[in-house]
């Protein structure tokens, strides 16, 4: 008996143990990449970033689409955030026709640069000293993605911008948006992209909000490069959320043919590489304008360097 006991004993303090240790952790499903809470703004914010990673690391923001609570896109940042990146991503909530709800805004890359000062000076961070204060780089999903397209233009665009003039912050370097396109609604006009940084489209193809067409459209009227279109088999608008349909946001009646985590996998690796490869790393540029696209047999890829 008296063995049984302390044997439970043991086992007790162990399990006490792991609860207090996971507790004071940062929470993570991916051993290699961390996450902590933080405030970007006025924003609720989740930060993931990679574990043991050395030196500097570039931060990118990510933009959410209508309505979508930022905890759908934890898998995805995740993804992201291993390749290297701190992947900030903030609940920004405001105003739009009328509407209180989750909107993206070309007001949040300039936060987020000024986040970035604050969070590399603050002693009590995971990540002081550890960020790249010069280096932004920018995620979007669908409305959050037409936001990102408006700021590399450095424009201000209606209903994405909330002043009556817009500078993109110089940190800004390049920008990955999945399901996104500039077509005007109501009118069907693509106006033309005028970009001062490389962009990507990563374009699900069973996508039934915002049309494959739509974004062969966009970008054909993406004006410099470089810029690249990667087209995810089987994938629809959902493709990058944690869920299909998150609640309250718009849903897609057509379903995917791909598994979930494949898609998120898929999406945010090409995110991740393009954007690595925007910014200098010899090995992705490699991967995404040379062996990529013959190497993944979900995507097919147009692009101009």
Not at 53 to 64: D, F, N
């Amino acid at each position: 008996m008296r063995l049984r006991g302390l044997a439970a004993a043991t086992v007790l303090t162990s399990l006490l143990t792991g609860l207090a240790a996971g507790l004071a952790a940062p929470a993570s499903a991916d051993p290699g990449v961390s996450r902590y809470s933080s405030q970007i703004k006025n924003d609720g914010t989740d930060v993931y970033y990679p574990t043991g990673a050395t030196g500097e690391l570039p931060v990118a923001l990510m933009l959410q689409g209508a309505q979508v609570h930022r905890m759908h896109y934890e898998q995805y940042a995740q993804e992201v955030a291993s390749h290297g990146f701190v992947v900030v991503v903030p609940n920004h909530k405001r105003l739009l026709f009328f509407d209180q709800d989750y909107y993206a805004s070309q007001s949040q890359p300039a936060e987020t640069v000024e986040w970035m000062d604050d969070e590399n000076a603050n002693a009590s961070s995971p990540l002081q000293g550890r960020i790249d204060t010069d280096t932004l780089v920018l995620l979007g999903h669908s409305f959050g993605g037409a936001t990102g397209l408006a700021v590399a233009e450095s424009t201000c665009v209606t209903p994405f911008c909330t002043s009556l003039a817009y500078d993109m912050p110089d940190e800004v370097k390049a920008g990955s948006f999945f399901g996104t396109n500039n077509m005007l609604p109501g009118i069907g006009v693509f106006p033309e992209v005028d970009n001062l940084v490389p962009l990507q489209l990563v374009q699900g193809t069973a996508d039934g909000v915002a049309l494959p067409g739509d974004a062969e459209t966009t970008y054909g009227k993406i004006k410099d490069g470089p810029k690249q279109i990667v087209r995810l088999s089987g994938a629809n608008h959902y493709g990058i959320t944690d869920v299909q349909n998150p609640a309250g946001a718009d849903p897609d009646a057509n379903a995917q043919t791909i598994g979930q985590q494949q898609s998120i996998e898929t999406a945010a690796r090409w995110a991740a590489r393009f954007l690595k490869a925007a910014l200098g790393d010899a090995a992705s540029a490699g991967y995404v304008w040379s062996t990529g696209d013959a190497s993944d047999p979900l995507v097919t890829v147009t692009g101009a360097q």
